[in-house]
């Protein structure tokens, strides 16, 4: 009953204690180094209550043998009183024999007195003791979880560091994904895109501007040209003749018609 007592309690502190720490959500590191120490102080304090249940029992030991030496010694006087009445008796001395008669009796019932409370405390002893086997069985065993919660505790925290940097590598992979169109990359590509076709369209229109530039000043050259030789025939000079070309014909009706 003992042991179920104090074990019961301590088994339901520790798992307040860590159903505590887990409802916190807390760095998984600093609750489970949280958890080992809570788990240290229950076997403290388990250790606090077995040393307590073994100085019980070894005070009902220290009883007990105290009761057995005491029965020992009180046969003994039963013994040496008895004898000394038999020496009395044998001198002819009856009231003496008979005084250490009673003293013997008396012995006696006191030899009894202290067997009976020795024999009444061996089922308590036995019990306790039984008690003390298995509250130091469960303390060996609280220290080996004790061991294999720092080995837990050491294997989780190195997996949720592996975890963290898997995370961190995913998400740095994610956010240069240049298929990704919300990336930081895409929406590079695209900004550069739009500025090359910008510059594309200005080159269109500066080409386009520059043919137009060229063609008036072909058209400025001609009419040049012309103004030129007929300032010549006003003069009465002739005019410098120039290469006719096929585009510069003129049809001979017209000037027929003159």
Excluded: C
């Excluded at 009761?67 to 010694?73: L, T």
Aim: avoid cysteine.
């Amino acid at each position: 009953m003992a042991k179920q007592s104090i074990f019961g309690r301590i088994s339901q502190l520790a798992k307040a204690n860590i159903n505590a720490l887990l409802d916190q959500a807390e760095d998984p590191q600093k609750m489970l180094d949280q958890m080992v120490r809570d788990y240290k102080a229950n076997i403290t304090e388990a250790e606090s209550a077995v040393a307590q249940t073994i100085g019980n029992l070894r005070m009902l030991e220290d009883d007990y043998n105290e009761d057995v030496k005491n029965a020992q010694d009180w046969g003994s006087k039963a013994l040496a009183a008895s004898r000394k009445a038999d020496e009395f008796r044998s001198a002819g001395n009856p009231a003496d024999a008979q005084k250490f008669d009673n003293l013997a009796k008396v012995a006696l019932q006191r030899q009894i007195s202290s067997e009976n409370e020795a024999r009444a405390a061996q089922p308590n002893i036995a019990a306790q003791t039984d008690v003390v086997d298995k509250l130091k069985t469960g303390l060996q065993q609280m220290n080996g979880k004790l061991s294999e919660l720092a080995s837990k505790r050491n294997e989780l925290i190195a997996r949720s560091k592996t975890a963290a940097a898997q995370s961190q590598v995913h998400d740095a992979l994610k956010s240069i994904d240049i298929m990704d169109p919300t990336s930081e990359v895409s929406r590079f590509e695209e900004k550069i895109r739009r500025e090359e076709a910008k510059v594309r369209g200005q080159n269109e229109l500066a080409a386009s501007s520059l043919d137009a530039q060229f063609n008036s000043l072909e058209d400025l050259g001609e009419q040049t040209e012309v103004e030129a030789r007929l300032a010549a025939l006003k003069a009465g000079g002739s005019p410098a003749p120039a290469a006719i070309t096929a585009a510069d014909h003129i049809d001979e009706a017209e000037f027929d018609s003159l």
